[in-house]
Structure formats: C-alpha cells, structure tokens
C-alpha cells in the first residue's frame, strides 16, 4: 500500500468512525430530549423496587446505551435522589439494555442509511411538534451509525488479507491472545468511551472479512465490557461519596462478567454459534450473553452488593443527605410540605458548599478539584428543581387547603430562586477560569480585599438563608426579615465597593479589563443577593408556616376540575394590531 493510499483508508475509517460515534450521540440525545425530565422521575421512582429497577435500567440502556444511563444514574445518586442500592439495579439493567440495542444495529441496514438520515432531517425540519422533532433527530443519528460502519467496512474490505494475519493475534484460545485483545479492546473503549462504538467497529471488520472467526470476537468483547467503565469513573470525579460508589459498582460488576466469561468459556463457545450463523450477530449474542448472565449471579443480591462496594470505598465525611421528597408522604399534606422545606435546605447547603469553593476560584487559581465540584452540585441542583417541580405538581392533585395551595406556590418559587442562585455560582466559577488566561485582569490586594469582604458579606446572608429554612423554625416571617436586613447591609457595601472600583480605573490603580472582571464579580453576588431577597419575601407570606396538628392528616385525592371556558383569541390578536393599544 503506497503512502498516498495508506493516507486515504486511515481517513476514511477514522471518517466512519466519528459518523457512527456521532449518529450515536445524536441518537441517545433526541431520544433523551424527547422523554425529558419525566423519564428521570419516573427512573427515580422505579428503584425503590429491585425488579422495576434492572427494567427501567434496561430500557434505559437500551435508548441511550449504558455509559450514559450510567452517568445519569451516578448524577442522581450526586443529587441525593437515588441511593447507592437503589442506583445498583438500574446500572445492571442499563449493561444489558445497551446489548439489546447493538444486537439491532448488527442487522445489516447499511442499504438504509441514507434513507434514515434523509426521513429523519426531514422530520426535524418540517414538523413543528418538539417531541416529534427530537426523534426525527434520533432517527436520523440511528442512519449515521449504519453509514458510518458502511464506510469503515468499505474502506477496510480492499485491504481485509493484509490485516488478517495481525488480527488472527487475537483470539481467545490462546492466554496470550485473550490477553492482547482484551488489552487492545479496553484502551480502544476507553479513549472512545464507548463499548458501541468499539462493538460497531467489530460490525465493520466483520463485514470487511478482516475478522473470520467467533474466537476472536470473544476478547474483544470482554475488552469493551473493561473500557466502557471508563465513562462513569471520570464522570464521578468531584462528586460525593455515593456517587463515586456508584460508579466503582459499574466497574465491579463489568470486572466480574469479564472474570465469569473466561470462566464459563466453553459454555459461550458453545452457546451463541446455536444461536446464529452470523458472525456479525454472534458478536451482539455474545455482548448480551454475557452481561445477562452476570446480572441474573448479581441480582438476588444487589444490597449485598451495595454493601460491598460501601466497604470497598470508605469515606471519613459523614454521607450526604438523601432527597427528602419521598412518594408515601404526598397523601399527608402537611407531611409533604415539610419534607419539601427540608429538601429546599439540602439544595440551600448544596449552593453554599459550591458558594465557598468559588470564593477560592476567585482569590487563588481555579483548582481543576473544585471547578469540577462546582459543575457537578449546579448539575445535581437542576435535577433536584425538577423532581420538586414534579412532586409539588403531584401534591397538588389532592384536596389542600386554602394555606396549602398558596404556600407550594411559594416553595415553587423558592426552588426556581435557588436553582438561578446554583447558576450565578456556576458563572462566578467560569469568570475566575476565564480571568486566569487573560493579560491585564490583575488586580492590586487593596481590590481583592474589598472584593472578598463584599463576598463575605454575602455569605452572611447566605448562612441566614439557610437556617430560615428549617420546618422546625415557627417563626419564618421573623427570620425573613433578618435576610431583608443583612440584605440591606449587603447592599450598602456593594454601592461601595463599586464606587471604589471606578475610582481605581480612573486613577489607573488597576487596569479597564481589570475594572470589568471586579464588576462582573459584584454584578453576580448582586444577583445572588437579590434571589436571596425573593426567598424572604416568600417566607414573609402568611400562609409560609407549618400546622403541626395536620402533619397526620391524610387528604384525598383531588376531584377532576373542569377548564374554564377559552377566550378567543382573535380578541387578542386584534387589539394587538391596534396602533394605539401599547
């Protein structure tokens, strides 16, 4: 092969290859944004229960393959939604969901590539529905990863005699080739992060002729069960200690399907041939084989499990919270409206913990440790907001009273406020990685001082808002108004401090980018502040209080309501045309 030639084949595999990682990400997200928050809900919910856990995990795994299922999972354990043994069944479900979804792109819809893509961009383009349109986009991802293994088995099938001798090296029926295809297998997997993909990349070689035989798709395999781990391991850095044991679970369960494949060797040498004659399906049999049968040895015992990996990973800090929006309170009121104070405290403590790490972004560099930390608590937070949003909806369908029904609306308005605080943190943290790389943002220690007072005086606040939102207090108007009162102090100092900013631009003490970079620093502890604000005002409500007798009363469902009759909207449309109605 000349090197003109050599060139050529290299790009066109690596061509295919991204088309089919790429029509896999641009799968797994449609199908995700067309089941939105509610598929999360409904995945938190369902692991309370072993079964409906490794079926929602498999489901899961099967639409948008297991490294993400598992990210999902490790994020929600993050969160404090899940548990480490509600979150093992599910991560067992998503390895074999995923295998479910290989086992169909073996089938040979190469010829239907092109049509898949084209159906798919059509329907994302013409039809106006958002769900519609995110599955015109998966399906159109599901035609890129066909395309994909077309080119990859094209570009390879000229050249599939020359390549045979050095992949018949691999092969499961020598210690060293099992070796040397389990090796190549994981580090293929673990920079592409993706056990599809290096599967996928099996399909194309199949095709092309390049591989010939069951034995060497057995190592190859149980290499792609080792690197997929990967995804979820560097996923989990900077979260809690839950998170991080699930994660290592995902790994300790795909360490152990490798460890009883090689095992039960013969038994798959044995049983996938049965299955089908070819080779391309075998390889997706085997995928499936294997995990499945490693998940029905660990499901009987999945909190011994979970148990293990606890002691496997030991943590000095005291656990985390878990969420305290549990499904058997909503027919208890006032049990519901409790627990939901209490979860809006865990997101409060979860903010302040990222609030301090971006204090130190903004006096030192911005440690990689803490940045990371700071994402994954802004991440948890959005996904807390959206199990309270449902859970506050579902309390709504039962028979409130008058001071009930008006005080969710405050503890909607109260988790929106912390969610946008979660989000000024999370810019606050990207202007100090920003200020890092540009020349001419320093500032002088008389600055930095004044800046970090204005922080603290910020905190403050902070600290008030926090112990403000305790059940246990009876007096939450009391403390919404020392919030209003700190805020007050705060603002005080923020006026300030930015007249002494623009005196230090005007006397050339700190440069103008410097001057900015201050700026937008008070500019987000101003926002901050000012949600803080909204919280107080909402604690100031009459209706924000907790009846201790009705914490054991049960209430009923609520009767279906009839809608109100529509306005037309024509009514509408014609005074906006009016030139004197704005």
Not at 24 to 32: A, C, E, K, P, Q
Not at 188 to 194: C, E, F, P, R
Not at 320 to 336: N, R, V, W
Not at 482 to 497: F, G
Request: glycine share 6%.
């Amino acid at each position: 092969m000349e090197g003109g030639e050599l060139f050529f084949v290299i790009f066109a595999v690596l061509g295919g290859l991204a088309l089919f990682i790429f029509g896999m990400n641009i799968m797994t997200s449609g199908l995700r944004d067309a089941a939105g928050h509610k598929l999360r809900a409904i995945l938190a919910r369902t692991t309370h229960n072993r079964i409906a856990g490794i079926t929602m995990g498999t489901l899961l795994g099967t639409l948008v393959h297991s490294s993400a299922t598992t990210l999902m999972l490790v994020g929600f354990v993050n969160a404090g939604l899940m548990t480490l043994s509600q979150a093992v069944p599910a991560v067992l479900g998503a390895n074999i969901g995923t295998t479910f979804s290989m086992i169909l792109i073996s089938f040979r819809l190469g010829d239907f590539a092109l049509f898949m893509i084209a159906t798919g961009f059509a329907v994302y383009m013409i039809i106006p529905h958002p769900q519609i349109k995110h599955f015109g986009r998966a399906f159109m991802g599901f035609g890129m990863i066909f395309l994909g293994m077309v080119t990859m088995s094209e570009a390879i099938e000229p050249y599939h005699a020359q390549l045979a001798p050095y992949l018949a090296q691999i092969t499961g029926d020598t210690l060293s080739g099992m070796i040397l295809g389990i090796l190549i297998a994981w580090a293929v997997t673990s920079v592409i992060q993706s056990s599809g993909a290096t599967i996928g990349i099996t399909f194309a070689l199949v095709d092309a002729g390049a591989i010939t035989g069951f034995d060497q798709i057995f190592p190859i395999i149980l290499g792609s069960h080792l690197g997929t781990c990967v995804t979820a391991l560097l996923g989990s850095i900077g979260t809690n200690i839950p998170a991080v044991r699930t994660a290592i679970s995902h790994m300790v369960f795909n360490v152990s399907n490798v460890i009883l494949a090689i095992a039960a060797k013969p038994i798959f040498y044995w049983l996938v041939p049965l299955m089908t004659d070819d080779l391309k399906r075998q390889t997706a049999f085997l995928h499936m084989a294997v995990m499945l049968a490693a998940a029905l040895i660990f499901l009987p015992a999945t909190r011994h499990f979970a148990s293990t990996i606890a002691w496997m990973v030991p943590s000095r800090k005291p656990l985390p919270s878990p969420s305290f929006l549990d499904e058997s309170l909503l027919k208890y009121p006032e049990k519901a409206i409790y627990a939901c104070i209490q979860e809006l405290q865990r997101v409060a403590m979860i903010c302040e913990s990222s609030f301090r790490m971006a204090a130190e972004t903004i006096l030192f560099s911005a440690g990689r440790k803490n940045v990371q930390t700071i994402k994954l608590n802004e991440k948890a937070v959005n996904e807390i907001k959206h199990s309270m949003k449902e859970y506050l909806s579902s309390l709504s369908g039962r028979v409130l009273s008058r001071r009930q029904a008006l005080l969710i609306q405050h503890l909607d308005r109260c988790i929106t406020e912390l969610e946008r605080i979660g989000d000024h943190v999370d810019a606050i943290c990207d202007l100090s990685m920003k200020r890092r790389n540009m020349k001419g943002s320093f500032v002088d220690n008389d600055a930095l001082n004044r800046l970090f007072e204005l922080y603290e005086s910020a905190h403050e606040v902070f600290k008030l808002v926090i112990q403000s939102l305790d059940p246990e207090h009876s007096d939450f108007q009391g403390m919404a108004a020392k919030i209003m009162k700190a805020r007050d102090e705060y603002l005080h100092k923020s006026m300030n401090t930015k007249e002494v900013f623009t005196d230090k631009v005007a006397k050339r003490e700190i440069t103008p980018l410097a001057g900015i970079i201050l700026n937008e620093y008070v500019a987000a502890l101003d926002r901050i502040v000012r949600h803080f604000k909204m919280i107080a005002l909402a604690e100031q409500q009459p209706q924000f209080w907790i009846k201790r007798k009705k914490l054991d009363r049960e209430a009923a469902e609520a009767p279906e309501t009839r809608p109100p009759e529509q306005q037309d909207k024509h009514d509408y449309l014609d005074k906006l045309q009016r030139e004197d109605y704005l």
